[in-house]
């Protein structure tokens, strides 16, 4: 298992995304981090937004997919992730698509839909999309979301987890203000 650190309260992100996102400083992409360590990449990242976690990860020498419907923060991005040298064995691929039609382009060692993201979709959305991530994994992928709700003892995280084939390695709660609680899940596929 993966080791948890202690994520700041922040500023949840469960309806319209903000203009400006924050910079790419916080305890949440030392976890995503540490996913991608464990899994060695490569790394789909949705709803990437300007590259707060994708640029960080390819840093690190993984290479990422980075999705988003924006074109103008796939456009930051770009300009973000030209920054790093030729030589550098990490890269950004930016890729402008609507996660409900969405089709990976290939296996990824970690999918990850950050900050509340599956929250964003409409449920009937939902489940089409766990499932198709759920066969781009490889086989010993992991998928990594948040998953912000109600801070009530015994609610459970999407039950589309199970059913689109994917069972639950880690799960990490902590509290948030306003009375909500921040899931943090690591899925496999079932097997």
Known sequence: MLPRTARPAGTLRTVPRPTAEPLPHGADILDYL??????????????????????????????????????????RLRSWAATLPETHPGRVTAIRAELAELTPPRRYGLVMLAGGLILELPEQVRAPLLRRLAGHLTRSGLLALDWIAPDQRGLTPPADLRACGLRTVRRDRRPLPDGLSSTFLLCARRT
């Open 34 to 75: 540490r996913a991608a360590r464990a899994t060695r990449g490569p790394v789909l990242d949705l709803g990437a937004g300007s590259g707060r976690f994708a640029v960080p990860l390819a840093r690190q020498g993984f290479d990422v997919d980075a999705v988003d419907r924006d074109p103008a923060r796939l456009a």
